[in-house]
């Protein structure tokens, strides 16, 4: 099996992938039996509160157990099914996988805490697309502020106006919604100033390099106490060493999330992390 491989936040089009995945006219057929025969499952990756130290929730990761392939992280089908309209069918497989948690967490008498989704560009597309989440989520009977959507600002490079409708019809259903990869691209500024948001994700490419890595922690210090005066949480992912641990902390940062204090996890051992909720201080 394929070991899950670190991935920028950025997905890319691997041809060389792409060839030895699917042929692409099967994919349609291929993907609809997969996620038929449950070869697709979420793990789930848990955010800590720098301030409180607890658990604050997690972000759903989708994976897919291909029968050959092995395990496949997203970078490997994520845009082969975007560019071929079907990945709001899996967002909308992911959601469904999230609110049937929830209501088992529920029904366990276990403390919930918010959960986010991914969400691709799909909402261009179609104005129905938030009403289709209002209902699946309601089918289940899921409090909508447990419910976080993640999108990612380059979805919306040229149409900041688009987002924040979005955004506000997302939001007027009480749900909660992040910017991903915040500072990946070049409308970041625009977006704080016009789009009403709750959550920022730092881009995980501020915590990398070491060259970069003083005017990065420069940049993310301006954008946390940004979001800060403008009532937005700041999330940082991609959290790998003790020094970005404390640098965050320095800097204001509220959430962080990253290989430093867990690995995406399976919903099991997740589920253990929903009763000692401390954040670990290895
Ligand atoms: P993302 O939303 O920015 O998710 C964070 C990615 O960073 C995840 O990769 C996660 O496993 C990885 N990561 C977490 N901590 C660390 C760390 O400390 N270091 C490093 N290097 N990486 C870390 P993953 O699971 O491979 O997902 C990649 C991207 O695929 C996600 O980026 C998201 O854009 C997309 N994606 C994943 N699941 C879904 C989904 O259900 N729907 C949609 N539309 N996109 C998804
Ligand atoms: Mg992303
Ligand atoms: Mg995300
Ligand atoms: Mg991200």
Not at 21 to 32: G, H, I, N, P, Q
Not at 101 to 111: C, D, E, M, N, Y
Request: proline letters at 4%.
């Amino acid at each position: 099996a394929l070991k899950e491989r670190q991935t920028s936040g950025h997905l890319y089009y691997d041809e060389v992938l792409r060839s030895q995945l699917l042929e692409e006219s099967e994919l349609e057929k291929v993907f609809t039996k997969a996620l038929k025969d449950g070869e697709f499952h979420i793990v789930l990756q848990p955010k800590y509160s720098l301030t409180t130290r607890h658990l604050v929730g997690c972000e759903a990761l989708v994976r897919w157990d291909h029968p050959s392939k092995g395990l496949l992280p997203p970078s490997q089908f994520i845009p082969l099914l975007e560019k071929h309209n079907l990945l709001v069918t899996l967002d909308m497989f992911v959601l469904e996988q999230v609110c049937k948690l929830v209501r088992q967490w529920q029904s366990k008498g276990l403390p919930i805490h918010p959960i986010s989704v991914n969400q691709s560009r799909s909402y261009l597309f179609n104005t129905h697309y938030d009403q289709s989440l209002v209902d699946m989520i309601d089918r289940y009977e899921v409090p909508h502020h447990l419910i976080e959507f993640e999108l990612t600002e380059s979805l919306f490079l040229n149409d900041v106006k688009h987002l924040s409708l979005v955004l506000a019809s997302l939001r007027s259903h009480s749900f909660l919604v992040s910017l991903d990869d915040f500072g990946s691209g070049y409308s970041s500024l625009t977006m704080l100033k016009d789009v009403a948001i709750d959550v920022i994700k730092l881009d995980q490419g501020f915590l990398k390099g070491s060259d970069e890595h003083q005017r990065g922690m420069v940049v993310v210090q301006h954008i946390i106490s940004l979001a800060n005066q403008l009532g937005i949480t700041t999330v940082a992912e991609g959290v790998e060493t003790r020094e970005q641990v404390q640098m965050l902390q320095q800097l204001g940062c509220d959430v962080v999330q990253g290989f430093f204090f867990s690995q995406p996890l399976q919903v099991a051992e997740y589920e253990a992390l929903l009763i000692d909720d401390r954040l670990p201080s290895s």
